[in-house]
Structures are given as C-alpha cells and as structure tokens.
C-alpha cells in the first residue's frame, strides 16, 4: 500500500502560463535521478566537462552514491571498444573534471563499460539564402522592423528556391 502524499509533496501551483523551457528540468530530474544522475548538466555537458577528444568516444552512463550521500559515488563510463584502455588511464583526470563540474568530491571513482557511444546531431551551419524574387523584394522594402524583413526575406528566398512551385488559387 502506498503512503498518503503530504502536502509538501504536491508540486507548486501557479496561476500563470510557463515556458516549456521552465518545466523540462522539473520533469527531468525525476528519470535523470531514477537511472542515476543528480544533474542532467552532467549529461548535455559531457563535452564541456572532458573535452571533446573524450566526449567522442565517451558518454556518461549513471552516477551511484552510497546510501544516504551525495559524495564519493562511482562514476559509470560507457566507452568504444578500442578506446576503452585509453580511457582507463585518463580516470583520475576524469574524476578530477567531473568533481570540478560539481564543485565538491562527487566522484570517488570511475568504471567503465565497453558500448556504443551515440554522438548528438552537429548543429546545421545556416547556408546563404537563396536571392529573393524582385515582385516579393519591392513589398518586403516597406517594412520598418529589420528582423521582420530578414526573416520574410529568407523565407521567401526559400520559398523561392524550392523545387515544388506553389501556383496562386484566384
């Protein structure tokens, strides 16, 4: 049987919309603590925290503290194959980063487990927008806002530039 839920268990209600953005940690950090991490930081910050040489071929697994600490917990590594000796020696580096990130000795130790390493996506490099056609040109000069204008000239430049023409409906 489960415990009642005591008022302080309840989350804070607000009378007002929120961004996602404001919500996403609150409903992360439950699945984050639950498969071992404290923060999620730790995870879409790897790169900053080791480098990305390390960051390449490494990704955080889980961190596992002693029962009722937040200090001295074991650091799980997942590592590709033929880095993963590479790796070993670099633990105490490692470890060194990863308390560093924290701000005090989270990590006592690290393991390491051999897997496949996914890589996030790169980030897209924006490429020149495609010139705007003249009839569309002549409209888009009237608008004062310059943000407005660059963004309504690039879609219409993209518009423009796809190969599927859209005809007019009269």
Do not use: C
Request: without cysteine.
């Amino acid at each position: 049987m489960s415990k009642p839920r005591t008022p302080s268990d309840e989350p804070r209600r607000s009378n007002r919309i929120r961004p996602v953005a404001e919500l996403v940690p609150d409903v992360g950090r439950v699945a984050f603590r639950k498969f071992g991490f404290v923060q999620s930081a730790v995870l879409s910050r790897w790169s900053e925290i080791v480098g990305e040489r390390y960051a390449g071929v490494s990704s955080p697994e889980s961190i596992r503290f002693p029962r009722g600490e937040r200090a001295n917990g074991v650091l799980t590594l997942v590592v590709q194959g033929a880095h993963a000796p590479m790796m070993q020696h670099i633990t105490p580096e490692i470890a060194e980063r990863v308390n560093r990130f924290f701000g005090y000795p989270a990590v006592a130790r690290v393991t390491i487990r051999q897997g496949e390493v996914t890589r996030p996506p790169k980030p897209r490099v924006p490429t020149e927008p495609a010139p705007v056609p003249a009839e569309i040109g002549d409209s888009l000069r009237t608008i004062v806002d310059p943000e407005l204008r660059a963004v309504l000239e690039g879609l219409a430049g993209g518009i423009a530039a796809s190969p599927v023409k859209l005809g007019r409906i009269d």
